[in-house]
């Protein structure tokens, strides 16, 4: 079974990069696409993070080692992975059952969720099971993604206002537990809020290419600096670990397995779902087919050996791989650019996320992690 798994992955790493065509213009595309979706993926990995219940120096993990191994073996030019919206939400509502959220705990589960998930999209890959997305309506795919966006846009209405509702997944509950809790708004936390919303739209419809989400990142961490808001009850991300993620095998048991199998399924048949929907329709504008088994090893690869290097679930973005096509992307070095800059991110430059001191169990976590 090795032998015939290291056969088909020599094979695809020997179809994929026969590079005699690759030129400097070919080079040129990807380095421009590949710092411009680096400069998307720090502010949208650390949220993402946040959003599953996570550290969110995990989301950077997310964006390293995997980028580089799905690079490798996909079939895509143009698809870029890393952590995405709809997979966060799934860790945090399969793992929330089992662990305290923001706990060491919850980080071991969804390293080991994250293992689960990889292994099934490696034996769908292996045992040629791509064909499954012709049977799922497009009708089905729209519906949950327009209701995921809903259920993750009111989950984050505690952060706009500065008020703790806990951990909802239902929208009536969060909603009832909002309205009980609205005379505790934080009036500076909802006004930074509506700031951001406004000069994020406000740069998309002026001026697209510039990537608003960084600046007002940038920004934000000047003025709560500056004015020592956090010390007036503005929350802020904490300090972000620096350097690579260490080696740390996922536990695994047969409880476990059993218990995170249900939503390991999900995010690996959802996750490769909208991977593929969303490389299939830029592979057609480019005139370059993809394969479905492919992708599945590919994503399956990245989230087994990411699981190593504490990386949770990751698959393919849609607004990502849209921005990456858009500013010229070729090949898939752009997602090998984009994951370099976020090591070097992580070694030189987490300290200026902010000063402020990471919760204990943050602490903890990471110590035993590095011991």
């Known amino acids: 079974m090795l032998k015939l798994v290291w056969k088909e992955l020599k094979i695809m790493v020997h179809q994929k990069y026969t590079l005699s065509n690759y030129n400097r213009d070919y080079f040129k595309r990807d380095l421009i696409a590949g710092l411009t979706l680096f ?3 720090v502010p949208q990995g650390m949220a993402y993070a946040m959003l599953a219940g996570l550290p969110p120096v995990m989301g950077l993990y997310a964006s390293t080692i995997p980028l580089i191994i799905y690079a490798l073996f996909a079939s895509s030019r143009h698809l870029s992975v890393g952590p995405v919206a709809i997979t966060s939400l799934l860790v945090f509502s399969g793992i929330a059952t089992y662990a305290e959220p923001e706990t060491g705990a919850f980080v071991s589960v969804a390293l080991s969720l994250t293992i689960l998930t990889g292994i099934i999209q490696l034996l769908l890959g292996f045992f040629r099971a791509g064909f499954i997305i012709t049977y799922i309506s497009p009708a089905v795919l729209g519906g949950y993604t327009s209701a995921a966006a809903i259920v993750i846009g009111l989950s984050q209405l505690q952060h706009l206002i500065g008020i703790n509702v ?3 997944l239902q929208v009536h509950l ?3 537990e909002v309205a009980k809790t609205i005379s505790q708004i934080h009036l500076p936390t909802l006004a930074i809020g509506l700031i951001s919303i406004v000069f994020l739209l406000a740069i998309k419809n002026a001026a697209p290419r510039i990537p608003g989400a960084l600046l007002i990142v940038l920004i934000s961490i000047a003025i709560v600096y500056f004015f020592q808001l956090h010390t007036h009850g503005v929350n802020i991300v904490g300090n972000v670990p620096k350097g690579f993620p260490t080696f740390q095998a996922p536990v695994l048991s047969l409880e476990l397995i059993w218990k995170l199998l249900p939503v390991a399924i999900t995010i690996a048949i959802l996750g490769f779902m ?8 830029i592979a057609e504008k480019e005139d370059y087919a993809i394969r479905p088994n492919r992708e599945l ?4 690869l990245a989230n087994v050996v990411g699981s190593f290097f504490q990386s949770y679930p990751i698959n393919g973005s849609f607004s990502r791989s849209a921005v990456n096509h858009q500013a010229g992307g070729a090949t898939q ?3 090998v650019i984009t994951a370099v800059c976020v090591f070097i991110t992580l070694l030189f430059f987490t300290r200026f996320f902010t000063t402020y001191q990471m919760p204990f169990w943050q602490q903890s976590l990471w110590q035993q992690s590095i011991s």
């Open 174 to 176: 969060l909603l009832l």
């Open 333 to 335: 070095l752009t997602s």
């Open 39 to 41: 400069v998307m993926l």
């Open 166 to 168: 806990g951990n909802y």
């Open 297 to 300: 090893k590919a994503l399956g």
């Open 274 to 281: 909208e991977s593929f929907a969303i490389g299939k329709s």
